[in-house]
C-alpha cells in the first residue's frame, strides 16, 4: 500500500504564497500518477494538479498560472507551491496517488487526510 501525509497549509492574505508537501511512503515503485485535489465547504473535491512519474503534468483550470506541482523522487515528496493565492482557493487541500493497474497495487488510490489553506481577504 501506499500512504501519504500532507504538511504545509495555513492561513495566507491575498496575494499570498504556501507551498504544500505529500510525503509519500510504502509501495513507492507502484505509483503511477499523484496529485493534489481540494475541496471547500459543501463543493466537490476538485483536482487541482497532477503529475505522473514521468514527469508530465497537468492543471485544473483554477491553478493554472498559479500553482506549480513538482516531485522529489529522492526524498519521496510531492509539493505544490501557490502563488497569487485568492480567498477562493480557501479548501481542504488533500495528496492522492494511484498506484499502475499491474500488480502489487493493481491501481488502487489512495487519499492522505488533508491539509487546510485559508486564504483571508
Known amino acids: 500500500q501506499v500512504r501519504l501525509q500532507e504538511s504545509g497549509g495555513g492561513l495566507v492574505q491575498t496575494g499570498g504564497s504556501l507551498r504544500l508537501s505529500c510525503a509519500y511512503s510504502?509501495?513507492?515503485?507502484?505509483?503511477?500518477?499523484m496529485a493534489w485535489y481540494r475541496q471547500a465547504p459543501g463543493k466537490q473535491r476538485d483536482l487541482v494538479a497532477r503529475?505522473?512519474?514521468?514527469?508530465?503534468?497537468n492543471y485544473g483550470d483554477s491553478a493554472k498560472g498559479r500553482f506549480l506541482i513538482s516531485r522529489d523522487s529522492a526524498k519521496n515528496t510531492m509539493s505544490l507551491q501557490m502563488t497569487g493565492l485568492r480567498p477562493e482557493d480557501t479548501a481542504v487541500y488533500y495528496c492522492?496517488?494511484?498506484?499502475?493497474?499491474?500488480?502489487?497495487?493493481?491501481?488502487?488510490?489512495?487519499w492522505g487526510k488533508g491539509t487546510l489553506v485559508t486564504v483571508s481577504s
Open positions: 492522492h496517488a494511484r498506484a499502475d493497474p499491474v500488480a502489487p497495487l493493481f491501481g488502487t488510490e489512495y
Open positions: 503529475i505522473t512519474f514521468g514527469g508530465d503534468t
Open positions: 510504502g509501495t513507492t515503485s507502484a505509483i503511477a500518477t
